[in-house]
């Protein structure tokens, strides 16, 4: 008789294990932005944030630890301005292309 093996645990997956370079932060910031969803932007945002060090992107922003937590929440509506900070602080720059 052979014993059952037990179930496998599954990790849920956390995008700022692999944001580990520039060229994976803006990579995976374009393809978000190519989604046009705002909630899906400040979450991104977040994971990078996540990836970086939130209390240093935090400081970087000339933001509290727990305001930068707030902003990037899905469903809040942050200021643009602190938008700009914030992607600033992790080193990402918005830009326009013609559609």
Known sequence: MTKPK??????AFDAARYLDSEEAVAEYMT??????????LLLALGDVARAK???QVAKDAGLGRESLYK?????????????????????????????
């Not at 037990?6 to 990790?11: A, D, I, N, Q, T």
């Not at 393809?31 to 969803?37: G, K, P, Y």
Request: no cysteine.
């Open 71 to 99: 902003a990037l929440t899905p469903g809040a509506k942050p200021r643009f301005d602190t938008v700009l900070k914030v992607a600033k602080a992790l080193g990402v720059k918005f830009t326009a292309h013609a559609a």
């Open 31 to 40: 393809a978000v932005l190519e989604a046009e969803d705002p909630d899906l």
């Open 6 to 11: 037990p179930p496998r645990k599954l990790v």
């Open 53 to 55: 060090g939130m209390a």
